[in-house]
T-cell receptor
Framework: GDSVTQMEGPVTLSEEAFLTINCTYT??????LFWYVQYPGEGLQLLLKATKADDKGSNKGFEATYRKETTSFHLEKGSVQVSDSAVYFC?????????????FGKGTHLIIQP | NAGVTQTPKFRVLKTGQSMTLLCAQD?????MYWYRQDPGMGLRLIHYSVGEGTTAKGEVPDGYNVSRLKKQNFLLGLESAAPSQTSVYFCASTHRPTGGYTFGSGTRLTVV
């Protein structure tokens, strides 16, 4: 099956800093790729996705570009806020179309200080 | 706008006890999933279902059983709870696997 590797945290930044959270994947073919966010005490929420190579997903100021050359889907934001403090998960389908579930990275805990 | 509802939200069990976690979705989704989340392990798939009446094993199915008798409900059972099953359990559903999942808010289970 496919696998996902993301940088481990915690990552601590000051407000308005630039954010990058690295994610690489191994897969057969070109699966859809996802970033999820988990706020304290809550379930995961879909943050953004990309369904094919060179696609850019974006939402709430976050962006990630599906790069097949480097098998990467790094999450970026130009200016983070305290409210962005959360755990971020990169994910890809376990196999093929993904009916048999998503494989998640271990999560990156992001802490934004005022 | 209920989405995915998990009950209960918290539970403490003694070793050897049994319980059922309920997941209910009101979005008419075909696909449903049960994950467990443990510190440093990320999320791991326990069981999943691709439609009413179907179930399949995920990455860590041992010690759990599931049923999907109705399309909107996906039940996760622990027949004889063990301390290793202390975890936060999340249910998720989707209409299309490539479209992303909707998650419930989780059940925090402690087995003592």
């Amino acid at each position: 099956g496919d696998s996902v590797t993301q940088m481990e945290g915690p990552v601590t930044l000051s407000e308005e800093a630039f954010l990058t959270i690295n994610c690489t994947y191994t897969a057969t073919g070109y699966p859809s790729l996802f970033w999820y966010v988990q706020y304290p005490g809550e379930g995961l929420q879909l943050l953004l996705k990309a369904t094919k190579a060179d696609d850019k997903g974006s939402n709430k100021g976050f962006e990630a570009t599906y790069r097949k050359e480097t098998t990467s889907f790094h999450l970026e934001k130009g200016s983070v806020q305290v409210s962005d403090s959360a755990v971020y998960f990169c994910a890809s389908p376990h196999t093929g179309g993904g009916a048999d579930g998503l494989t998640f990275g271990k999560g990156t805990h992001l802490i934004i200080q005022p | 706008n209920a989405g995915v509802t998990q009950t209960p939200k918290f539970r403490v069990l003694k070793t050897g006890q049994s319980m059922t976690l309920l997941c209910a979705q009101d979005m008419n989704h075909e696909y449903m999933y049960w994950y467990r989340q443990d510190p440093g392990m990320g999320l791991r798939l326990i069981h999943y279902s691709v439609g009413e009446g179907t179930t399949a094993k995920g990455e860590v199915p041992d010690g759990y059983n599931v049923s999907r008798l109705k399309k909107q409900n996906f039940l996760l059972g622990l027949e004889s709870a063990a301390p290793s099953q202390t975890s936060v359990y999340f249910c998720a559903s989707t209409h299309r696997p490539t479209g992303g999942y909707t998650f419930g808010s989780g059940t925090r289970l402690t087995v003592v």
